[in-house]
């Protein structure tokens, strides 16, 4: 071989070594998101529950990962949630305070800066902000809260349906634009978001008869007479007692729901997914004939066992994905987060639903399995919020974080290391009032042990009322300490807290 082609050849060599150092070694993440899935009804968060819990998979993905047991919403509802989820930003800055309100899909959002640091964005299942999508190089999403089955999903190709369940579809999708479809000389950023468990938490057929000679662990605060507190917790409307109807929520009567006032579109597809997989439960409940208490018991049950079969198809999915991940040699790089768009009551308080700053609603699952940086089996149990997760992406990407971005990212607490200035205390508003399920609007600020809520509004007595919890000696928030007079300083102190955050924030008075 002569000088001149020898020369060529190195060059050559060097070029595609120097090529493939630069290949790109940021982490992948993979985000999986649900619709009201408790923290109760995952085994690796304990609790009651924690024998029945049907998610092998997320508590496999914890004993490899760090649970996170204190991760907070910023507003304990759906599209607020997921709001702040894309912004980083509290809702009064995101704009989407309630469910009903537009959302502004030209502002700042993560998954904009991703792509323009080289990540490849993709985003299939629920996300509950109409209109198209922005900053995502795949998007297909049902709209509004979509159905249990047989979907429709919107994308930038206009709508689309298929057929089979929706938690089962959503992770068909996902695997598919993983499989074949994503740029794979770029890290990804794929977000598989499920409709479930959300209400009418209508299990896959398959599932039906999971936990039939089960009995649920009841809460100790099923018949709770909320005899410390305001307005607010007497006269809401999410009690499994008065709230939760027979025909629907239990499914015992889906004619006589088709048949109510002006059904909406949502709830004609769901009764066009009618079929016989309730019929037994119809004839059980005929001979039961359960009143009183007892039908508060018979309800909680039903309601428990349909949410956990839902959960359990949720779970199987991520199985799915994580084997997805396992067998593609893609899992060693590749960060799997796992959380909620807020908690959920599961018979706390006689509740089902969220949006009260009270602990099961406030509270939101949080699991980040990062090998190689994430100590297996880790528990972290500083003050984390919804508004943290979008800046920790773009600290995962090495991206520059927008400076109107209200959180902060959690990768120093995912590497063991909290830093000393982290937060104290967490700011709480929910909005959607005069609303579903009818809680008055508030806001309140929640330090490591004391909880000071604000009611206020037209339709409470004088405008406002406060409650004061000590999670320490009153996990239940049963012992509202508010009136107390050995109180007096702490809530004092905790105003204040309140008023500094509002103006970290910016919040203008409510
Ligand atoms: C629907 C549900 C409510 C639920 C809201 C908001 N009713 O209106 O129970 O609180 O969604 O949920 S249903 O009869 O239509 O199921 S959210 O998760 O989207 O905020
Ligand atoms: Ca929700």
Known sequence: MNTPKIVVLLSFAAALVSSLSAVDARPNILWIFTDDHSYQTIGAYGGRLKDITPTPNLDRLAAEGMRFDRCYVENSICAPSRAALLTGKLSHKHGKIDNKVPFNHDQQ??????????????????????????????????KGQGQYENPTFFSDEGAKSYEGYTTDIITDQALKWLDGKRDTSKPFMLMVHHKAPHRAWIPKREHIDMFEDVTIPEPDTLFDDYSTRGVAAHEQDLSIDKSMNLHRDLKLNWELFATGKNPSEHHRRIQKSLDDRFDKRREEFKRLNPQGKDLVRHKYQTYLKDYLRCIHSVDENIGRLLDYLEESGLAENTIVMYASDQGFYMGE?????????????????????????????????????????AETFLDIAGAEIPADMQGRSVVPLLKGKTPKDWRESLYY?????????????????????FKLIRFYGPDVPNGEEWELYDLKNDPSELNNLYENPEYTKRIKKMKAELDRLKVQYDVKDA
Do not use: C
């Not at 904009?112 to 996300?127: D, E, F, P, R, S």
């Open 109 to 142: 959002q993560f998954q904009k800066v991703l792509q323009t640091v080289g990540y490849q964005t993709a985003m299939v299942g629920k996300i509950h902000l109409n209109g198209k999508m922005q900053g995502f190089d795949y998007w297909e999403v049902l």
């Open 349 to 389: 308080h006689g509740w089902f639903d969220k949006r009260f700053m009270y602990e099961e609603s406030f509270r939101t699952p949080f699991i980040v399995k990062w090998p190689g940086t994430v100590k297996a089996g880790s528990v972290n149990k500083d003050l984390v919020q919804n508004i943290d997760f």
């Open 429 to 449: 508003h929910y909005y959607e009032y005069p609303g579903a399920h009818s809680v008055r609007r508030h806001e309140g600020v929640a330090g490591k042990r």
